[in-house]
């Protein structure tokens, strides 16, 4: 593709071009048996008939005919499965069907005719003049008839120039539902996957995922603080042990990952019954007349095996089982026909939809379409983040989202698009509603 990814409609005077091209020699072939068919007519008398020798205009009539159908015939299978001509080639354009494949014969054929309408009207008389033998008046027929010819079909090639739609149709294109592009200003869309081309519309660049410590975890250990037992509250000993606050983390019950050093507990104090849990750090009184208050002796041992760690947060925050699943909403659509779909990871839409070779897709929604306004693969859905991305993929009528405040605006072929639950969706003529189940 040399590096252009874009598509360029074909100018009026390209189309031109190659319509001269392709048709002058044949044209020429034609126009020069005839005149020589009708200069060697004769002219006889006989019993008071006039008597008129047509087998030379006959004989090369028939050949010439014969070899504007065999050369319009290859020219037509040429074009239809590759899209090009020798005019085409000349002039670096190519002839497609509506979504950028291939046209194929049949709507060249059609194609053909509309333009060729005047010419073929041309044959027709002329035949009438040689039947009937109205050879004085054929030049006033026939003359009038190719110059009418040839206006018809100028106008029907160039007719793209008054097309509303960026030029891309002309009169004939719209008929036979072709186009033409034009390859040396963009890309081929015969040779590299039709009008969408060979590109993956899934966004690449989505907002990174922010890491969220937990809020319980924060509000117990907050960076630079040491964790302890309150040492400031004074306690007068193990017997009331109502009057022992508790501390905010309990070193009995929690295992860090990786402890600096292993706490050890007096057998004394693990053999001794209490009526509330008591850290292990706090060591009895050494006689009952002690009358200070207890004080932690020496919290350095424990505070180093409890205190702030890297593997903290995601320590505690593991403990929480009980949180109950945020649920994840099903997202559905409703197509103006009535149908209802539920949403799985990607899904395509169109007249009849198909994915690129190797594309993952898990779903091909065909929607019926007497009218054709939307492509063979119109849209590319894919799930996200409570809702979907959108991506236009270079529909012929494109495609436009209107939200639920009533804001619409349209879709840029190719550029994938966020659509929330509430909008409604236009692609061609057809639409769907994006909701939740």
Do not use: C
Request: no cysteine.
């Amino acid at each position: 593709m040399g590096g252009k990814l874009d598509i360029v409609p074909a100018a009026a005077g390209r189309r031109l071009g190659a319509a001269v091209l392709d048709w002058v020699g044949p044209a020429a072939v034609l126009v020069v048996m005839l005149t020589i068919g009708f200069a060697s007519i004769t002219r006889t008398q006989s019993g008071g008939f006039i008597i008129y020798d047509t087998a030379m205009l006959v004989l090369l009539g028939s050949i010439a005919a014969g070899i504007a159908v065999v050369y319009t015939l290859v020219l037509l299978g040429i074009e239809g499965r590759s899209g090009n001509t020798i005019g085409n080639q000349l002039m670096g354009i190519r002839s497609t069907d509506q979504d950028g494949y291939a046209p194929g014969a049949g709507a060249l054929f059609l194609r053909g005719l509309i333009t060729g309408a005047g010419l073929l009207l041309l044959v027709l008389a002329t035949v009438l003049v040689v039947v009937f033998k109205w050879f004085g008046a054929a030049l006033w027929i026939i003359a009038p008839l190719a110059v009418l010819a040839i206006a018809w079909a100028f106008l029907v090639v160039v007719s793209n120039s008054w097309d509303k739609n960026a030029k891309l149709r002309g009169w004939h294109d719209k008929a036979a539902k072709t186009l033409m592009f034009d390859v040396n200003a963009g890309r081929n869309p015969v040779a590299t996957g039709g009008i969408q081309g060979p590109y993956s519309f899934a966004p690449l660049d989505l907002p990174p995922v922010q890491q969220v410590s937990s809020p319980i975890a924060g509000a117990a250990v907050r960076p630079g603080q040491t964790v302890t037992a309150r040492a400031a509250e004074p306690r007068q000993g193990f017997s009331q042990p109502a009057a022992i606050p508790q501390p905010p983390l309990n070193p009995n019950q929690w295992q860090p990952p990786v402890a600096p050093a292993p706490v050890s507990v007096p057998a004394q104090v693990q053999a001794q019954p209490q009526a509330a849990p008591v850290p292990t750090h706090f060591q009895p009184a050494p006689a009952p007349a002690q009358t200070k208050p207890l004080q932690d002796p020496a919290p350095q041992a424990p505070s180093q095996a409890w205190a702030l760690h890297p593997d903290d947060d995601h320590d505690r925050t593991q403990m929480r089982g009980q949180t109950v699943p945020v649920p994840v909403a099903v997202l559905r659509i409703r197509i103006d026909d009535g149908r209802e779909f539920q949403l799985d990871r990607t899904a395509l839409i169109g007249r009849n939809p198909s994915g690129f070779p190797g594309e993952d897709v898990a779903q091909l929604l065909a929607v019926a379409d007497p009218g054709r306004s939307i492509s063979k693969t119109h849209l590319h859905l894919r799930e996200d983040n409570g809702g979907v991305w959108v991506t236009d993929r270079n529909s012929t009528n494109g495609s436009a989202v209107t939200t639920p405040d009533g804001i619409r605006t349209a879709l840029q072929a190719g550029e994938p698009a966020f659509v929330r639950p509430g909008s409604t969706v236009h692609f061609g003529d057809r639409t769907f509603h994006l909701g939740q189940a």
